[in-house]
């Protein structure tokens, strides 16, 4: 090892507030982390954007936006614009990635029942069918737009010729406007900040109209939800999940409304991955970011993970919260070394006409 490299491995080991083993691999690591995300964005030039945005969200940076990224890397800020404000990449790809990992890699230790998301993660058919090929029971929303079949009403007259006719497909928002003030159910579902929170509900066995192919039709149950939204207007809410038809209203209503737990779990990525951070002035771009801080968060929460296990026995608990501490703390000032190696061989390679990942 050369002298100058041999130095710098000695400052950062005396900097560190952990053991060094915590360290050793992570650039490696960080790179085959991010990989299954970043796949979907083709082009080696997003690909290479992608790997430096999530360095700057883990580093040390007290802003983490793309001007204190691209400076703190000395990457050109226009170039970083463009990929988070304004690039066409697929975000959505991205989260289902995501989740999907987090359930099969590390689901035994995520005790859970349900899998909830909005709309961006209902509305894809073949997210549910992956989470139906976990074994997942999830409960996710769908725009109003969404085509049902509606399997508990009556099929048309059948003329005698033929297959027997279905009921056509409907738009879900239809759908409901043909309900009667009788089928929807009160649910009292916790205490809120402005008092209780309750809502409407009213369930239905349905094929999905975006389930169709030449495979046996799915069921699923829809859930509508209703509740006031200020100024005299009431708010609906559509929803899809595979439970059981008989599951209770009171646990669909509780899992629909659990957005709080949601928040809280939001709060590390606030505070460690810049998820908060966030300066553009598009939709998209903000979804850019927010997209990464979440990968970046998921990618601490392993580390701090792999961390814990180094310490567990003669040197403390698992699950110690000093450990967690130390941990963490320690892995963003290495990860900006890192990120700063990254970096510096990319802009070797592009001296040589080629680059190789590290």
């Given at each position: 090892?050369?002298?100058?490299?041999?130095?710098?491995?000695?400052?950062?080991?005396?900097?560190?507030?952990?053991?060094?083993?915590?360290?050793?691999?992570?650039?490696?690591?960080?790179?085959?982390?991010?990989?299954?995300?970043?796949?979907?964005?083709?082009?080696?030039?997003?690909?290479?954007?992608?790997?430096?945005?999530?360095?700057?969200?883990?580093?040390?940076?007290?802003?983490?936006?793309?001007?204190?990224?691209?400076?703190?890397?000395?990457?050109?800020?226009?170039?970083?614009?463009?990929?988070?404000?304004?690039?066409?990449?697929?975000?959505?790809?991205?989260?289902?990635?995501?989740?999907?990992?987090?359930?099969?890699?590390?689901?035994?230790?995520?005790?859970?029942?349900?899998?909830?998301?909005?709309?961006?993660?209902?509305?894809?058919?073949?997210?549910?069918?992956?989470?139906?090929?976990?074994?997942?029971?999830?409960?996710?929303?769908?725009?109003?737009?969404?085509?049902?079949?509606?399997?508990d009403s009556e099929p048309p007259v059948y003329?005698?010729?033929?297959?027997?006719?279905?009921?056509?497909?409907?738009?879900?928002?239809?759908?409901?406007?043909?309900?009667?003030?009788?089928?929807?159910?009160?649910?009292?579902?916790?205490?809120?900040?402005?008092?209780?929170?309750?809502?409407?509900?009213?369930?239905?066995?349905?094929?999905?109209?975006?389930?169709?192919?030449?495979?046996?039709?799915?069921?699923?149950?829809?859930?509508?939800?209703?509740?006031?939204?200020?100024?005299?207007?009431?708010?609906?809410?559509?929803?899809?999940?595979?439970?059981?038809?008989?599951?209770?209203?009171?646990?669909?209503?509780?899992?629909?409304?659990?957005?709080?737990?949601?928040?809280?779990?939001?709060?590390?990525?606030?505070?460690?991955?810049?998820?908060?951070?966030?300066?553009?002035?598009?939709?998209?771009?903000?979804?850019?970011?927010?997209?990464?801080?979440?990968?970046?968060?998921?990618?601490?929460?392993?580390?701090?993970?792999?961390?814990?296990?180094?310490?567990?026995?003669?040197?403390?608990?698992?699950?110690?919260?000093?450990?967690?501490?130390?941990?963490?703390?320690?892995?963003?000032?290495?990860?900006?070394?890192?990120?700063?190696?990254?970096?510096?061989?990319?802009?070797?390679?592009?001296?040589?006409?080629?680059?190789?990942?590290?």
């Amino acid at each position: 090892m050369e002298r100058r490299f041999e130095i710098q491995k000695r400052k950062i080991l005396k900097e560190a507030d952990i053991k060094p083993q915590v360290f050793n691999g992570m650039l490696k690591r960080l790179e085959q982390f991010v990989k299954p995300f970043i796949a979907s964005l083709g082009r080696r030039e997003p690909k290479e954007n992608a790997h430096i945005y999530i360095s700057g969200l883990l580093s040390d940076l007290r802003r983490k936006n793309v001007e204190s990224i691209a400076y703190r890397y000395d990457q050109d800020r226009r170039a970083l614009q463009r990929f988070i404000g304004f690039a066409p990449w697929d975000h959505q790809s991205l989260q289902q990635e995501l989740a999907l990992d987090m359930l099969k890699n590390n689901g035994e230790y995520l005790p859970h029942n349900w899998i909830a998301g909005d709309d961006e993660m209902g509305r894809s058919s073949r997210f549910r069918r992956d989470l139906r090929g976990l074994d997942e029971q999830y409960l996710l929303a769908v725009p109003s737009n969404t085509g049902i079949r509606d399997l508990d009403s009556e099929p048309p007259v059948y003329g005698g010729r033929g297959q027997p006719p279905k009921q056509p497909f409907k738009r879900v928002d239809r759908w409901r406007d043909s309900l009667g003030d009788n089928v929807w159910t009160k649910v009292d579902v916790r205490d809120g900040e402005k008092g209780p929170l309750v809502i409407e509900i009213v369930t239905c066995r349905v094929v999905a109209q975006t389930e169709r192919s030449w495979h046996e039709p799915v069921e699923e149950l829809l859930i509508v939800t209703r509740s006031p939204d200020g100024n005299s207007k009431v708010k609906y809410d559509y929803y899809l999940s595979n439970a059981p038809a008989d599951t209770s209203v009171e646990e669909l209503a509780r899992v629909i409304k659990a957005e709080h737990r949601i928040e809280d779990s939001l709060k590390r990525a606030k505070s460690e991955a810049g998820l908060s951070d966030y300066e553009v002035r598009t939709w998209a771009g903000w979804y850019h970011h927010q997209t990464l801080s979440l990968i970046a968060t998921w990618f601490l929460i392993c580390e701090t993970r792999r961390g814990k296990k180094i310490y567990a026995g003669a040197d403390g608990s698992a699950g110690s919260r000093s450990v967690v501490l130390a941990v963490t703390s320690s892995l963003r000032p290495q990860i900006s070394r890192l990120g700063n190696t990254f970096c510096k061989a990319q802009k070797q390679a592009e001296r040589v006409g080629s680059f190789s990942p590290l």
